[in-house]
């Protein structure tokens, strides 16, 4: 059993100097056999093997990453927390995760700082304002703490905004989520690490799975760069990489993968204390406890499996958020960076049992999957259990693609892509 | 920044001049009798995609030059163009030979159409 983090523990260690802290997670070899493999530690993948462990007692269980856990797009993203969707499906699935994340750090006794400062999408055309008022209704029906509020309001909120009535894209209004904020992403992934280690899992780091293998219609195991690894369940949670990976099961996927890529600005003391997304022109931003401006925008339009993007679509972003932020504008960009994120033909993510017995996947979050992590493992580890999907999963199965029962909502991110 | 060569008017310039138009050599299986496809086939037709680390091949449009749609080859790791060629055209024969997974399995009856003429 770990020493749960407290301030005794606190103290207890500042009397050593702060040497003796134990490690959050073991590095075990991984074993010939498991019950069930999640392959991918990411926010998702770790997420899943907690529940498991938690939910369903399954501690027999093994999580596989290639490179260091959380290195992927868990680490990479906004950290933006919402559920303001208009769809009954993407609204069930994306509440249950923030208000997961609302106990979350009390529930694996590790800060994962979330901050529920409001998420603020403007509306800057008359054709955005009747579209998030219709949203506002679906979800005033669905129970959500959601409203619209006006030009005045926004000012209000958001002091440093350009309310010009005659700049190009002025602001209409804007849709406000006060329960929705940010989250520290690397903290998500490493208190579900520490959570599901805990609980008996071995997540193996530097272990790449190279192949699924089938007998039949069944799963029987694993080909990895540290040798074959035997199990009757797999969890592909593998994000950009999830086409090669279930390619080598004979699974063709409806994915595509892109890069998305986010920046940050130097630090300067705090000028917005919630976040703003302007989906019209493309951007959206929030700061962070340490002052720097986190900021990012849409996809490059073409497929990417280099984790870098292209300068244009970065111009872009920037761009728009200078026109509805002008006081930014002499900002300097400290760092930016991409992720490659796995694209779905109708934007909504893929939470399913595949055609082979034992081989479930999760993937598809595209552009906006870290506010949704814990409601993804939750159900998806149910799936995996059960064998059948949990109720919120289901309308996210990939028949829907040849039942044509597609999701009408651009969930990836609020930003159209 | 991808440098894009248009192979109808010869225009050059960079990937905001074009318009990437995703995967390449998809047919539209309903062009005769509607009512023989099943959803398999519409949903591979509109949703299954090829998505190769590597070798891929993809439309693009000439948005700013001859406004036509052309063909190219690109490596998604290293986003080198390869190749770039006519919307009615194949893929030259050692690109063909090169593609892997998916594209190699698209390719094999084109090569052996194209070993006979």
Not at chain 1, 72 to 95: H, K, P, V, W
Not at chain 1, 186 to 209: F, H, K, M, S, T
Not at chain 1, 338 to 362: A, F, W
Not at chain 2, 73 to 81: G, K, W
Request: glycine share 10%; net charge neutral.
């Amino acid at each position: 059993m770990k020493s749960r983090y407290s301030i005794f523990s606190l103290a207890r260690n500042a009397m050593n100097y702060h040497k003796d802290w134990e490690r959050a997670w073991r590095s075990p070899q991984p074993k010939t056999e498991y019950d069930a493999v999640i392959v991918g530690a990411g926010g998702h993948g770790l997420a899943t093997a907690y529940y498991l462990a938690k939910n369903h007692k399954l501690t027999n269980i093994a999580i596989l990453e290639k490179g260091w856990l959380g290195g992927g797009n868990t680490g990479r993203n906004t950290t933006i927390i919402r559920s303001n969707y208009l769809q009954d499906s993407s609204i069930a699935i994306y509440e249950l995760a923030r208000s997961l994340y609302e106990g979350l750090s009390q529930e694996l006794n590790y800060n994962v700082m979330f901050s529920p400062r409001g998420v603020l999408m403007l509306c800057q055309t008359e054709h955005e304002l009747r579209a998030f008022k219709r949203t506002a209704h679906a979800n005033r029906l669905a129970g959500l703490d959601c409203r619209m509020v006006s030009p005045a309001e926004v000012k209000e909120i958001v002091p440093i905004i350009n309310d010009d009535p005659n700049c190009r894209y002025p602001i209409l209004g804007a849709y406000y989520q006060p329960r929705g904020g940010t989250a520290r992403h690397d903290a998500v992934a490493w208190g579900y690490a520490r959570g599901a280690d805990a609980l008996g899992v071995d997540i193996i780091q530097n272990c790449e799975v190279t192949g699924i293998t089938r007998e039949g219609e069944k799963v029987v195991g694993l080909e990895t760069s540290r040798g074959s690894i035997k199990t009757k369940k797999v969890g592909v949670v593998t994000a950009g990489n999830v086409s090669t990976l279930m390619q080598t099961a004979g699974v063709r996927m409806p994915i595509e993968s892109l890069c998305l890529q986010a920046l940050v600005s130097e630090p300067i003391k705090p000028v917005i204390d919630c976040v703003v997304m302007a989906n019209t022109v493309h951007g959206y931003i929030s700061q962070s406890d340490k002052g720097e401006l986190v900021i990012g925008g849409g996809t490059d339009p073409y497929n990417n499996y280099s984790q870098r993007g292209s300068f244009p679509s970065l111009e872009h972003t920037v761009t728009a958020l200078v026109e509805t932020f002008p006081i930014i504008s002499r900002l300097r960009m400290l760092r930016m960076w991409g992720g490659i994120v796995d694209m779905t033909g109708d934007r909504s993510p893929i939470i399913s049992k595949t055609e082979v017995e034992g081989l479930y996947v999760n993937c598809g979050w595209g552009t906006g999957g870290f506010k949704a992590i814990p409601g993804s493992g939750y159900v998806f580890a149910d799936t995996i259990a059960h064998d059948r999907p949990h109720p919120i999963a289901e309308p996210f199965g990939l028949n829907r693609f040849a039942e044509g029962r597609l999701i009408d909502e651009s969930v990836a991110a609020a930003v159209a892509h | 920044m991808l440098l894009v060569h248009c192979p109808v008017c010869g225009a050059e310039g960079d990937e905001t001049d074009f318009h990437g138009g995703g995967q390449a050599h998809i047919r539209r299986p309903a062009t005769h009798n509607p009512a023989e496809v099943s959803d398999e086939a519409q949903r591979d037709y509109l949703f299954i995609r090829h998505n190769p680390r590597g070798l891929h091949f993809e439309r693009w449009r000439c948005d700013r030059g001859c406004g036509k749609w052309f063909h190219a080859a690109r490596d998604t790791v290293t986003m080198e163009f390869k190749a770039f060629y006519g919307i009615t055209e194949l893929p030259p024969r050692e690109l063909m030979e090169a593609a892997t997974g998916e594209w190699a399995t698209y390719f094999k009856d084109k090569l052996k159409a194209d070993a006979k003429s």
